[in-house]
Nanobody
Framework: VQLQASGGGLVQAGGSLRLSCAAS????????MGWFRQIPGKEREFVGA????????RYADSVQDRFTISRDNAKNTVYLQMNSLTPEDTALYYC??????????????????WGQGTLVTVSS
């Protein structure tokens, strides 16, 4: 699975952005799709994910109620809608894919496939 993240940019605090993750090589309908972010000098952290074959979602506490993940299997694309952005959301955002074993359990780690990252900068 090849992943291509896009949609990053510069936005003011309180604004919104929508990131996209386009997949190729395999249909992602049976994959958990996750979003992660990384600040230089820090470890990559889990942001949220959407289940394969179920559509359930899971979010980090820091983005709960502000970020929403959705998927369009027909377009082989996953989205991350980010609202009420704060400067603390500034990071390089990555999408990841992991084959679904249990559609009712959404993992926060050990994703096997990664995109190249898209930079989100939130100004105060």
């Amino acid at each position: 699975v090849q992943l291509q993240a896009s949609g990053g940019g510069l936005v003011q605090a309180g604004g919104s952005l929508r990131l996209s993750c386009a997949a190729s090589g395999r249909a992602i309908g049976s994959y958990h799709m996750g979003w992660f972010r990384q600040i230089p000098g820090k470890e990559r952290e889990f942001v949220g994910a959407i289940s394969g074959r179920g559509g359930g979602t899971r979010y980090a506490d820091s983005v709960q109620d502000r970020f929403t993940i959705s998927r369009d299997n027909a377009k082989n694309t996953v989205y991350l809608q980010m609202n009420s952005l704060t400067p603390e959301d500034t990071a390089l955002y990555y999408c990841g894919a992991r084959r679904t074993i249990n559609p009712n359990y959404i993992p926060t780690a050990e994703y096997a496939y990664w995109g190249q990252g898209t930079l989100v900068t939130v100004s105060s």
